[in-house]
C-alpha cells in the first residue's frame, strides 16, 4: 500500500513569491494533517480535515496560508506571498479516522526563501 | 504547550540501553511516539493510551504515567538503525477546541560500533 505522497520534495522560492504544496494521503484515510517543523523542532499543526471539511486551522496564519482538500482526497496547502521565516520543512499526515489514530507522515516539502 | 523530553541527546554504544522521557504540563489521553531521521518522515513507533493499553513496537517498549502526565521510552540492546529524532506526541486538549497531537522538543540518539 502507498504512503503518503507529497510534492515537490524540494522548493527554493524567493520572498514575496507564492508557493504551494501537494499532498495524497494514504487511500481510504479520512483525516488529513498540515504540519510545519522548523530545524530542530518537533512537527506544528498547521490545520486538520475531517473529509473536506476543515475542523481546525486555528494555528494555520490566514494572512498568507490557505489550504483546501477538495473531494475529500487531495489537499494543497498555499503560501502568499511567502516570507522569510517561513522556511522550513512541510509535513502532510493522515488517519484513518479522527482521534487518537496513528498517523503516517509523508516525506514532507522542504521550502527555502531567500 | 509543549512537551519537555530528556535528555536533548544522547550517544549509545550499539548493544547499549536508553530510556527517552517525556513530560507534560497537561492532562493526557495518550502519548505518540515518533523516530525521525535525518531528511525523512517521522515514523510511528507506538502509541499508549489512557488504561495501560499500548500498541506499537517489538523491540521498544514504553510507559505512561496518567497521574505524573510523564511517558518514559526504552530501548534495549540498541543498534544502529536506532539512530535518530525522537519525538514524543501528546494528545490533549487544544487551545482552538477540540483535541489535538502536540509534538515534543525531540531526543537525538546516535548509536556507535
Known amino acids: 500500500e502507498a504512503g503518503v505522497v507529497q510534492s515537490p520534495r524540494y522548493k527554493i522560492i524567493e520572498k514575496k513569491q507564492p508557493v504551494a504544496f501537494w499532498c495524497n494521503p494514504i487511500?481510504?484515510?479520512?483525516?488529513l494533517y498540515w504540519y510545519r517543523q522548523n530545524l530542530g523542532q518537533g512537527p506544528e499543526l498547521l490545520i486538520r480535515?475531517?473529509?473536506?471539511?476543515?475542523?481546525?486551522d486555528s494555528q494555520l496564519p490566514k494572512d498568507r496560508f490557505s489550504a483546501e482538500r477538495l473531494k475529500g482526497v487531495d489537499s494543497t496547502l498555499k503560501i502568499q506571498p511567502a516570507e522569510l521565516g517561513d522556511s522550513a520543512v512541510y509535513l502532510c499526515?493522515?488517519?484513518?479516522?479522527?482521534?487518537?489514530?496513528?498517523?503516517?507522515f509523508g516525506p514532507g516539502t522542504r521550502l527555502l526563501v531567500l | 504547550q509543549q512537551p519537555v523530553q530528556s535528555p536533548q541527546a544522547v550517544i549509545l554504544r550499539e548493544g547499549e540501553d536508553a530510556v527517552i522521557n517525556c513530560s507534560s504540563s497537561?492532562?493526557?489521553?495518550?502519548v505518540h511516539w515518533y523516530r525521525q531521521k535525518h531528511g525523512e518522515a517521522p515514523v510511528f513507533l507506538m502509541i499508549?493510551?489512557?488504561?495501560?493499553e499500548q500498541k506499537g513496537h517489538e523491540k521498544i517498549s514504553a510507559s505512561f504515567n496518567e497521574k505524573k502526565q510523564q511517558s518514559s521510552l526504552y530501548l534495549t540492546a540498541s543498534q544502529l538503525s536506532y539512530s535518530g529524532t525522537y519525538f514524543c506526541?501528546?494528545?490533549?486538549?487544544?487551545?482552538?477546541?477540540?483535541?489535538?497531537?502536540?509534538f515534543g522538543t525531540g531526543t537525538q540518539l546516535k548509536v556507535e560500533l
Open positions: 499526515a493522515s488517519s484513518s479516522r479522527q482521534g487518537q489514530e496513528t498517523q503516517y
Open positions: 487511500s481510504g484515510h479520512n483525516t
Open positions: 480535515y475531517e473529509n473536506e471539511e476543515a475542523v481546525d
Open positions: 497537561k492532562a493526557l489521553y495518550s
Open positions: 499508549l493510551l489512557k488504561g495501560g
Open positions: 506526541g501528546t494528545w490533549g486538549r487544544a487551545a482552538g477546541g477540540g483535541n489535538k497531537l502536540t
